[in-house]
Nanobody, 124 residues
Framework: QVQLVESGGGLVQAGGSLRLSCATS????????MGWFRQAPGKEREVVAA????????YYADSVKGRFTISRDNAKNTVYLQMNSLKPEDTAVYYC?????????????????WGQGTQVTVSS
């Protein structure tokens, strides 16, 4: 059974940092492209970042470029999202996602596995 378990969310002031982690089990992690999506209240779900197995050329949404960094540890079957210079508009539930492919895509429909989500709240 595949499981994706996020952790690291919380409440932080604007300008602060958080590091999200997503521990996975039940999948051949190195064969999966991993990503993070987010959804704020009243807004559509959007991709934040994604990384293929070799971590080359990760994808970032324009809104987080230069502030967020996605990384993965294939030995630990874990993907991370380091979030710096957080803004109130980053407030959302963040979801870890996985798809069995080496290709990065940005549509949520392409990702078969989703975590339960972790809340990130940035106060102004």
């Amino acid at each position: 059974q595949v499981q994706l378990v996020e952790s690291g969310g919380g409440l932080v002031q604007a300008g602060g940092s958080l590091r999200l982690s997503c521990a996975t089990s039940g999948l051949a992690f190195s064969s999966y492209t991993m990503g993070w999506f987010r959804q704020a209240p009243g807004k559509e779900r959007e991709v934040v970042a994604a990384v293929s197995w070799d971590t080359a050329n990760p994808y970032y949404a324009d809104s987080v470029k230069g502030r967020f960094t996605i990384s993965r540890d294939n030995a630990k079957n874990t993907v991370y999202l380091q979030m710096n210079s957080l803004k109130p508009e980053d407030t959302a539930v963040y979801y870890c996602v996985a798809k069995r492919s080496y290709e990065i895509t940005t549509s949520g429909a392409d990702y078969r596995y989703w975590g339960q989500g972790t809340q990130v709240t940035v106060s102004s």
